[in-house]
C-alpha cells in the first residue's frame, strides 16, 4: 500500500474532527438556514443536522479504512507469494548448482 493511501484515509479522519469554534459555526449556518427558510431553529434540529454530519464523516473514514485495509492485505499477499516464489528459484538454482558441481 502506498503513502497516497495513508493520506486520504488520514484525510478523512483530520475532516471529521470538529473544534469547538467549527460546532459553534455549523450551528450559526443552522439558524440562518432555518430564518431563510421560514422554520424555527431548535436545539433537536441542530442535533439532528450534527448527528447527520457525524454519521456522514463516520461513513467517509469507514470507507477510507476499509479501502486501506484491502490494499494493505493485498500487498502483503502479493509479498508473501513473492517470497515463496523466490525461495523456490532460489532452492531450485542451489539444487541444480548441487548437482551439476556433484557430477
Known amino acids: ?3 497516497q493511501d495513508y493520506n486520504k484515509a488520514e484525510h478523512v479522519v483530520n475532516d ?3 473544534t469547538v469554534n467549527d460546532y459553534a459555526d455549523r450551528a450559526k449556518d443552522y439558524i440562518r438556514e432555518q430564518k431563510r427558510n421560514n422554520r424555527e431553529a431548535t436545539a433537536e ?9 457525524v454519521a456522514d464523516a463516520w461513513d467517509d473514514t469507514k470507507d477510507a479504512v476499509s479501502s486501506a485495509w484491502e490494499k494493505t492485505k493485498d500487498w502483503t499477499e ?5 517470497t515463496k516464489d523466490a525461495a523456490d528459484d532460489a532452492t531450485d538454482t542451489t539444487r541444480d548448482t548441487w ?3 556433484t557430477r
Open 16 to 18: 471529521a474532527k470538529w
Open 45 to 53: 434540529g441542530w442535533m439532528e443536522s450534527a448527528k447527520d454530519n
Open 1 to 3: 500500500m502506498d503513502n
Open 78 to 82: 502479493e509479498a508473501w507469494e513473492d
Open 99 to 101: 548437482n551439476d558441481t
